[in-house]
Each structure stands twice: as C-alpha cells, then as structure tokens.
C-alpha cells in the first residue's frame, strides 16, 4: 500500500517511521508545513516529500494518516472523505462540537472509513483490564480511578491551541472509562486548578484537574490530570469491584514511591513521556488502520466513538465554568 502522512512532528516522525517499516506498505508519502522537518524524516525512512496536503491526495495513495496541527484537523479529515480515502486521524476531530460533527457529517456522506488515535485502546494493561470487567472477574464494578499526569507543562504557545486539559488530556481517561466498562457516563461534576504558572490563567486553562463521573449503572468514575508532575510520566487505571479490583499501568517504572517501609521502591527509570510509555500501543493502532484499509479488519475506533468522548470533556469544561454537575443530555451528540 501506498500511504500519504500529513504531519511530521513529534507524533508523526514517530508514525513515519512506524509506517515505514510495516511490511504491507510498500511506499510513504510525506509533507508538513516545515520543510525542513519533513526532509529529515523522508531521509529517516526513505519517504517522498509533498508540498502540502493537496499533493499528499493527489499521489494517488491508498490512505492517509493525519498527524497535523488540531486546527487542521476537520479540513483534512473532510478532503479525505471527498477524495474517497480512508484516513487515520490523532484525536481530537475538532476542539469543537460543531466542527466535530461537520466532519463527522462529511465523512459518513462519502462512505469512508475513519479511525482515531485512541491509542490505549491496543495498549496490554488496558485491553486486560476490559476483558476482566467484561468477563465478571471483578463481580459488579462500582469505582473507577483514573490518573493521566504529564511530567512537565507543555510550552505556552501550546495551551491556547490545546482545547484545555479536559480535551487534550483527559479526553483519552474518558475512552478508556467507556472502553473497559462498556458503559455510558450520564453525569459530570468538574473542577480545576489554575494556581502555579501564569500562563494557565493566560490561556483560561487549568493545570490540574478533577472530575466525578456517573455511569449507567450507577458505577462511579473519577478521572484526575495534571500538567506538573515532577516524578514522571503517570497514566493508570484502577478498577474495583465487589470481588476482586485491579490496576492497569503499575509496574516497575511507574513514577510512585511508597511511603510505607515495605512497599516497592522507587523506579530507577520512571516513565518520561506518552511515546515511551504507549509505543507498542501507537504500532497497533497503526497496524489495525492498515488492515481496516485491506478489509480485513472492522474500525476499531470511529469517529462517534471520539465524539462520545469529546462530549464527555464538553461536559466538564461547561460543569467547571458553571460549577455544577452537567448531564450528558445537555451536550449536543448528533
């Protein structure tokens, strides 16, 4: 397959290269506004270079993967669909509802296939958690806890562009919440911190936040992140039920310390960031869209499975602007 890469950042260098060393591609187009940078990548992985998008179509390439700047991220997704191609875009759609279901609409009008990069869902830890909950292994669920907490705040440029930490971050907790569990949540009560660095308060963000999740069935859900945590790189989940409960993303490198005598140690090598942590999971994710594109797969990640989520963190920016709880009913969906 011949496949057409926009975007050559820090994900889609890595993609790039996932990309080119898949056996079933056999040719990678590249282009990012940078020139420079997608030079070097072409270079990395022996890709051909593009001027912008609309050559990236017009190459005749059997997919695309969007990695791009969010902003971009409808327009290119909906030049996908009227090209008939099918396309694997890095979440989120849009830092909107509206241009979330513009997209949506453009996509589901021309028959197309495309699959966001919800990438935990082909992460080990994750995938075993689901099968256990799915299975009764834990008997009835009743609480969830889940943690994304990044080492170190993202430039300033980056926040305003971001959507806000419940979009950007927690977005990702909120698939997981549903992926494992197999619920819907129906109520959110958010909160958040704007304390430390100024420029959180610039960008009318938080850097920590916290929201209380309520499912279908009455389970109970609370999703935490933060951009400001020093001992590494931190994503888990806990999951508990009346029989049993367990955790996904606790091992030798999870950045915490016990402060018991006898707990487990410090990690020697902490996890750092979300590409050492989830890279055989960005590998799947990629593997899985490929064999969407050869019809031996069906889409495990569609674009109303993003925007499921994405209503989710509308909810709690809108429960944290008015301080109260939100039902999901009040959040557009279609």
């Not at 005749?60 to 008939?84: C, F, K, P």
């Not at 028959?111 to 099968?131: I, K, N, T, V």
């Not at 990629?286 to 909810?315: K, W």
Request: proline content about 6%.
């Amino acid at each position: 397959m011949r496949i057409g890469l926009i975007g050559t950042g820090r994900i889609g260098s890595f993609h790039a290269g996932v990309l080119a060393g898949h056996p079933h591609v056999t040719s990678l187009v590249v282009t990012d506004p940078d020139a420079d940078r997608a030079a070097q990548v072409a270079g990395r992985t022996g890709a051909a270079v593009v001027g912008d998008a609309a050559d990236v179509l017009a190459a005749r390439v059997d997919a695309v993967v969007i990695a791009s700047a969010t902003a971009a991220h409808a327009e290119l997704i909906g030049r996908a669909a009227r090209a008939g191609l099918p396309a694997f875009c890095e979440k989120p759609i849009a830092l909107d509802l509206p241009g979330t279901l513009g997209a949506l609409r453009e996509v589901e009008r021309a028959g197309s296939a495309l699959q966001l990069g919800f990438m935990r869902r082909f992460d080990a830890g994750y995938a075993a958690a689901r099968a256990a909950v799915r299975g009764g292994t834990l008997g009835r669920l009743h609480t969830v806890r889940a943690v994304t907490s990044d080492p170190a705040p993202p430039p300033a440029a980056y926040l305003p562009l971001s959507g806000g930490l419940f979009r950007d971050c927690l977005v990702h907790d909120f698939d997981m919440v549903r992926w494992v569990t197999g619920r819907e949540v129906t109520e959110v009560y958010a909160t958040g911190s704007d304390g430390g660095h100024p420029m959180f308060r610039a960008a009318a963000d938080v850097h920590t936040a916290a929201a209380l999740l309520t499912l279908d069935d009455g389970t109970l859900a609370t999703a935490t992140a933060t951009r400001c945590n020093g001992a590494g790189y931190d994503v888990r989940m806990e999951l508990a039920g009346e029989q049993d409960q367990i955790a996904v993303g606790l091992d030798d490198r999870t950045p915490l310390t016990s402060a018991e005598g006898q707990g487990p140690p410090a990690p020697a090598r902490p996890w750092q960031g979300f590409l050492e942590r989830f890279a055989p999971a960005y590998e799947a994710e990629l593997d899985a869209f490929l064999r969407v594109v050869r019809g031996e797969a069906a889409n495990p990640c569609d674009g109303r499975e993003a925007l499921h989520a994405l209503r989710v963190a509308e909810a709690c920016e809108r429960s944290r602007a008015e301080r109260r709880p939100v039902r999901l009913t009040e959040i557009p969906g279609a």
